[in-house]
């Protein structure tokens, strides 16, 4: 099946300044690669996702990466926040029989 | 409902009880999800349905663990002869078609702690 590696586990950043946050996958097949955030106590959400015939999309802030040749994808949100404070997670398709495969997520604090 | 619906949203119980934990996905959702998540933990995927079925059952952690599906909605996860090392965050997710290439819309989760 897929296995989705995800780094760093935790990542600190100065209010205002970029965060990225970096996941592999293992699939070759995987086409679909969205990302979650969820607050603390709450249920994720997603807030980005791109399919596999596109290398990069931008929402505001946000924008996710994709290099299907390394296997990898990022993501990037820019002039941080107080509210990007989450744990924000990764995952990837796979070829369809199972769910999508998360990475173990990273807790973002963001510093004021 | 607006939303995916999780029951209970709490449960202590004792090591060796059943549980049920229940979901109710989004009207219309055909592919349904349980994941589950431990205290600081990923996201472990358990178990998806299309309709009524499960094509794929080899993320339960082990055959204490079942789930059904009726009338292609709402979703029960047994846990039978409960361990400590179950106590977690069960999450239910539903999504239109093929959840793996569309939004999952999550459920509060149902908190598991084994006494």
């Known amino acids: 099946g897929e296995n989705v590696e995800q780094h760093p586990s935790t990542l600190s950043v100065q209010e205002g300044d970029s965060a990225v946050i970096k996941c592999t996958y293992s699939?070759?097949?995987?086409?679909?690669f969205p990302w979650y955030k969820q607050e603390l106590g709450k249920r994720p959400q997603l807030i980005i996702d791109i399919r596999s015939n596109v290398g990069e999309k931008k929402d505001q802030r946000i924008a996710v990466t994709l290099n299907k040749t390394a296997k990898h994808f990022s993501l990037h949100i820019t002039e941080t926040q107080p509210e990007d404070s989450a744990v924000y997670f990764c995952a990837a398709s796979g070829t369809g029989a199972d769910g999508l495969t998360f990475g173990k997520g990273t807790h973002l604090i963001i510093q004021p | 409902g607006a939303g995916v619906s999780q029951s209970p949203s709490n449960k202590v119980t004792e090591k060796g009880k059943d549980v049920e934990l229940r979901c109710d996905p989004i009207?219309?959702?055909?592919?349904l999800y349980w994941y589950r998540q431990s205290l600081g933990q990923g996201l472990e995927f358990l178990i998806y349905?299309?309709?009524?079925?499960?094509?794929?059952k080899s993320g339960l952690p082990s055959d204490r663990f079942s789930a059904e599906r009726t009338g292609g909605s709402v979703s029960t996860l047994t846990i039978q002869r409960t361990q400590q090392e179950d106590s977690a965050v069960y999450l239910c997710?539903?999504?239109?078609?093929?959840?793996?290439?569309?939004?999952?819309?999550f459920g509060e989760g149902s908190r598991l702690t084994v006494l």
């Open positions: 699939d070759s097949a995987s086409n679909y």
């Open positions: 349905f299309q309709g009524n079925s499960a094509p794929d």
């Open positions: 997710a539903s999504s239109l078609g093929r959840g793996n290439t569309g939004e999952l819309f």
């Open positions: 009207s219309g959702h055909t592919a």
